[in-house]
């Protein structure tokens, strides 16, 4: 429930068994190996290079996990691709080394390679057909041979376009310049007017002028001997012959898309080849042993060094001090209830190692705002079946099965949040089932329907204003509540001044400030305001004074201390953000009554209208759980982030990378040998 403890290592091991240990490692996935840096004689750093071999190696690896995703890619249109009930395929290691080791991949890349160029061919020559066709479609009343058109021993033949509105203009210009001309309308569509014109070569130089001040455009077709309604009879003939051959292509694929579990087991396969290789990149090398040097959790040493020693005791493991400036990684872990909540930590990144993890103390906070931002019982129960249906029918990961089951929990605060709030799939009392309301009875003695357990009713009345001051409380005591996690921090680390004077002392000035406003309101404590009134001025003397005390200058000092007050703003505005909850919640339940009230406009239609009804309904409230859920995360997310994270961490965290079996698209299990 903290940040995992990081200590550096050095391993010093016999060659001999180099690669037994790294494999040993490697399936632990618990050291993050660092490169060794080394002085020579010169005293210049020195870094070792990867040998040819492993160099070769390494790009072997990287060229099969390139061929093998581009296979994966090409097939998997066509390939079965396992579902979400299914989940990854899992196997032990031993299986996988042994399927990756009997697959003969690369017979299918090279088949995967072939259909690709030859796909690719036809399909360009489908979309140049395409448009040849789009070319000749409008000459379809041409009737001479096309490569009749050009020049013969006396005449000459262009085609082309004129603007339709200049047509007659064109056509009467064109036929004074001589008798020996033929001008032949082709088509002619909205705008342009397809003609032919045949003349002598004799006047070509006036008919050229005529074309010019006519904005002529000339067109060239394909010189074949036959017409365009021929060519266009062979184009289609040939587009149909490209899509058959492409189809039976796509059967190919079909074919070899059986193999898409095979080539994803042997691509993690050599993922794991290649990070492997890596590793030993990082280490140093004599003729008789290696050295390594990385970082590993604390917990997790006795247990690797165990296993090592099942392999080899030809090796040695020491404590070392990082090198200057060098930070160690970062790994949390959360036990049982509180590691679903890391789905939110992880979206803001990790702290830093000196920091602590803000996963438990932001989980009650996130899952109430959670609830909040929806307040729709209905929606809650959805969710909650929802969610537990996937988590007991659905093979999913393990940081997918995490927010998934939050999202669960979620559901729950959702149900009793929006009971309490009279949230019931944005029904209001009338419409909603008799088991969820009750006759109320107001003062004048008229009688209206409830909702059981409700307690505010956020769209009547004072209800929206409760519900603001209820989001602002709720932001008040989170801010505060990040002050005393800065506290107990600093304290632990035996900061115990910047404890008392940074934390604390702000504390106390934010709730005083707090019953100072409740007190002159005549809210609370309405007879003590005046002492109220003096212990706040007393607190932000002891504020100027000491917020500044880092500074060596008296008057920068002041200074200092004097502008650290801006900070109530600061903090008035982050407790002013948690507004969002109400918006949010509000939002949830208006656009599940607009969904109601547009369903029962359509139920009015005759014969269909309850198809209308329940399509709407369907729909709708499906839309807006959807969005709303996502908005409730990442609001609710947000205000952890910036309103509740800053108070006690910076953050920035470099994430704990180990050498392991990593893993896209399969799930290891136990060995069962």
Request: charged share 20%.
């Amino acid at each position: 429930m903290a940040v995992i403890l990081m200590k550096k290592i050095k391993l010093i091991g016999s060659s001999r068994h180099r690669q037994n240990l790294l494999d040993v490692l490697q399936s632990h996935g618990a050291l993050e190996i660092t490169e060794i840096i080394s002085n020579d004689q010169n005293e210049e750093l020195v870094k070792v290079e990867l040998s040819p071999d492993k160099l070769d190696a390494a790009h072997n690896a990287e060229l099969n996990i390139a061929n093998i995703d581009f296979a994966l890619k090409l097939i998997k249109p066509f390939a079965k691709q396992r579902n979400i009930f299914e989940g990854p395929v899992r196997l032990p290691i031993n299986k996988v080394k042994e399927r990756a080791s009997n697959f003969d991949f690369d017979v299918i890349i090279d088949k995967c390679r072939s259909i690709e160029e030859q796909m690719v061919a036809l399909r360009n020559e489908y979309v140049a057909l395409n448009s040849l066709h789009s070319e000749l479609d409008p000459w379809q009343s041409l009737v001479m041979p096309l490569n009749h058109i050009g020049t013969t021993d006396n005449t000459k033949t262009i085609i082309g376009t004129v603007q339709k509105t200049a047509f007659e203009q064109f056509k009467e210009e064109l036929l004074k310049v001589s008798k020996l001309l033929v001008l032949e309308l082709i088509n002619e569509t909205e705008s342009s007017c397809y003609v032919s014109i045949t003349f002598t070569k004799e006047i070509e130089t006036e008919v050229r002028e005529v074309l010019l001040m006519n904005k002529f455009s000339q067109v060239e077709l394909p010189s074949v001997s036959h017409d365009v309604k021929s060519e266009i009879s062979k184009i289609k003939q040939r587009k149909g012959e490209v899509e058959q051959e492409l189809a039976n292509f796509e059967e190919e694929l079909r074919v070899v898309g059986k193999s898409n579990e095979d080539l994803q087991i042997v691509h993690d396969y050599f993922v794991w080849e290649r990070d492997r290789i890596y590793a030993d990149h990082k280490s140093q090398n004599t003729e008789y042993t290696f050295t390594l040097e990385g970082w590993m959790p604390i917990k997790s040493a006795e247990k690797t060094i165990k296993s090592l020693k099942e392999v080899t005791d030809s090796f040695e493991i020491f404590d070392i001090e990082p090198s200057e400036g060098e930070q160690a990684p970062v790994a949390i872990r959360n036990k049982g209830f509180m590691g679903m909540f890391e789905a939110v930590t992880n979206v803001y990144g990790l702290p830093l190692p000196t920091e602590l993890d803000p996963t438990p103390f932001l989980a009650a906070f996130f899952i109430i705002f959670f609830g909040l931002c929806l307040t729709d019982a209905g929606y809650g129960i959805l969710l909650f079946v929802i969610c537990a249906l996937a988590l007991k029918f659905t093979k999913l990961d393990p940081g997918m099965k995490k927010l998934v089951k939050l999202i669960m929990y979620g559901g729950i605060i959702t149900f009793i949040m929006g009971a309490l709030f009279g949230g019931w799939f944005g029904m209001t009392a009338d419409q909603a089932p008799g088991f969820l309301t009750f006759d109320k009875v107001l003062e004048g003695g008229e009688i209206v329907k409830a909702f059981k357990w409700q307690i505010i009713n956020p769209t009547q009345g004072n209800g929206p204003l409760t519900f603001l001051i209820l989001a602002a409380t709720l932001g008040y005591i989170q801010v505060l509540f990040g002050l005393l996690v800065d506290g107990y921090w600093k304290i632990k680390t035996h900061r115990y001044l910047d404890a008392t004077l940074d934390s604390f002392l702000w504390f106390f000035f934010l709730v005083m400030m707090g019953l100072f406003g409740v007190s002159k309101g005549g809210i609370f404590l309405a007879d003590y305001a005046e002492i109220i009134t003096n212990i706040v001025l007393g607190t932000v003397v002891l504020l100027v004074l000491t917020q500044g005390r880092s500074k060596k200058n008296i008057f920068m000092k002041l200074i200092s201390g004097v502008l650290s007050l801006y900070g109530l703003v600061g903090y008035f505005a982050d407790i002013l953000s948690y507004s969002r909850l109400m918006a949010l919640g509000l939002g949830t339940g208006i656009i599940g009554f607009a969904f109601n009230t547009i369903g029962g406009l359509v139920g009015g239609i005759p014969y269909i209208g309850i198809v209308f009804t329940i399509i709407v309904i369907l729909i709708g409230h499906t839309l807006n759980i959807a969005i709303s859920t996502l908005g409730a995360f990442i609001h609710s997310s947000r205000l952890q982030f910036v309103e509740f994270f800053g108070k006690f961490m910076e953050g920035g965290g470099r994430a704990f990378s180990p050498l392991q079996k990593a893993c896209k698209y399969i799930l290891i299990t136990e060995d069962n040998n």
